[in-house]
């Protein structure tokens, strides 16, 4: 950790990359954790004495009783699945309203966005994103085309700035052909939402956050999908709506990228991805089922099958490249132990040519493999580096 210097953490595949249990992991060092970018489709899970916990918006820090955890202003945020998520921790026995405070700039999700993104999905038939329907692209749209709606709002006069944000999201669902809904109920457990999130600290997180730095606390920047799902640097458009890589953290909680520290990028030893989306390593086989089934690759949020396949070193070093990461930690190792052989990735073939450049599409790439020896050894017990096969450290 370095003194007044805000440390990153992020995922360099395309998300699931186990970052919540890193994050548990090293939040014992931070004072602070905090959230900088995405909305509740991201799901940290994280399990203690035997009860499991799917955080969507809640930093991972909320679990260790001393730490300060701020969700940014970077972060889209429905109040109604906060409230749950909230709710749920704290009959769990998580005091949070002291602990947890929210930036007045972070944009809302409205139940008519979540409208929005199933007739916007619906009408792109064949091209569909595979969005997980929670409305996020559209929030994020309404933020950037300056029509948005942020959490400072609910302070002040929120009933009519609601109403008209409304009335301009059924005009646009009209066009779109899209009437035949009813949003009573959601809406009324929305606006229970907001009330509740009333409760908590609205702060303006940028001078929280530069403050804690500037007093020497240590602070921890989590961020949620990964680098591949970024919004300029992914795979476009098969993307989340937000900026996943490091860059995200400065204005996602408004740091100035020389209060930029450590940077811990978080991989796994093979590749997943959710949704549609070119993924050049994918397997179809009874391998790809192998690695689901033993690394139990199913969303914690939508409990959809992930899409699994070997190790790409072409998309990792380019991760690696635009995040300026400076500490790598691979998860899910174990997954691999029983397989005789394990392909890596190393270079890709387009029209022929071998490159080892991340390319503008990765749509019709052929990945170039290299096969190396599995070391066919139960590893879950091991506790020090000097446990390690050979075959493994190679």
Not at 132 to 154: E, F, H, M, N, Q
Not at 225 to 242: A, E, K, N, R
Not at 377 to 389: A, G, H, K, N
Request: aromatic share 8%.
């Amino acid at each position: 950790m370095n003194q007044g210097k805000a440390d990153v953490l992020l995922g360099l595949q395309w998300g699931d990359e186990g970052k919540g249990k890193v994050v548990d992991v090293l939040t014992p060092n931070y004072n602070v954790i905090a959230r900088f970018q995405g909305g509740p489709n991201a799901g940290h899970t994280l399990e203690f004495k035997g009860q499991k916990y799917v955080l969507r918006s809640i930093p991972s820090g909320i679990f260790q009783g001393d730490k300060i955890n701020i969700i940014g202003n970077g972060v889209v945020l429905a109040p109604d699945l906060f409230m749950e998520e909230a709710m749920s921790l704290e009959q769990s026995g998580h005091e949070l309203k002291s602990r947890l405070q929210i930036s007045k700039k972070a944009h809302l999700i409205m139940p008519t966005h979540r409208l929005l993104d199933a007739a916007i999905e619906a009408s792109k038939g064949k091209n569909r994103v595979g969005t997980t329907g929670k409305g996020i692209g559209p929030a994020y749209t309404d933020k950037i085309s300056r029509a948005g709606l942020r959490v400072g709002d609910i302070l002040d006069d929120f009933e009519v700035k609601y109403a008209l944000h409304k009335a301009r999201h059924e005009i646009m669902l009209k066009s779109m052909g899209f009437t035949d809904y009813d949003i009573a109920e959601e809406e009324r457990k929305w606006m229970e939402g907001v009330e509740y999130m009333k409760q908590f600290r609205l702060v303006d997180s940028e001078h929280e956050i530069n403050r804690h730095l500037s007093e020497g606390r240590t602070v921890l920047c989590e961020g949620a999908q990964g680098t591949m799902l970024d919004i300029d640097f992914g795979s476009y458009p098969f993307v989340t709506s937000s900026n996943t890589v490091c860059a995200g953290a400065c204005t996602g909680l408004g740091l100035g990228p020389n209060k930029i520290g450590r940077v811990f990028g978080i991989m796994k030893a093979y590749c997943t991805r959710v949704g549609a989306g070119p993924f050049p390593t994918e397997l179809f086989d009874e391998t790809g089922k192998k690695i689901r089934d033993l690394g139990h690759e199913y969303g914690a949020v939508t409990g959809r099958e992930r899409r699994c396949g070997w190790i790409d070193l072409v998309a990792l070093r380019y991760s690696i490249m635009v995040n300026g990461v400076t500490e790598l930690i691979m998860m899910k190792s174990d997954v691999l132990d029983s397989f005789d052989e394990i392909k890596a990735c190393t270079a890709y073939k387009i029209d022929g040519q071998t490159t080892t450049d991340f390319p503008y599409s990765i749509d019709n790439v052929e990945p170039v493999y290299e096969t190396l020896k599995g070391w066919n050894t139960d590893m879950s017990q091991m506790t020090s580096e000097d446990e390690f096969p050979e075959a493994f450290r190679n």
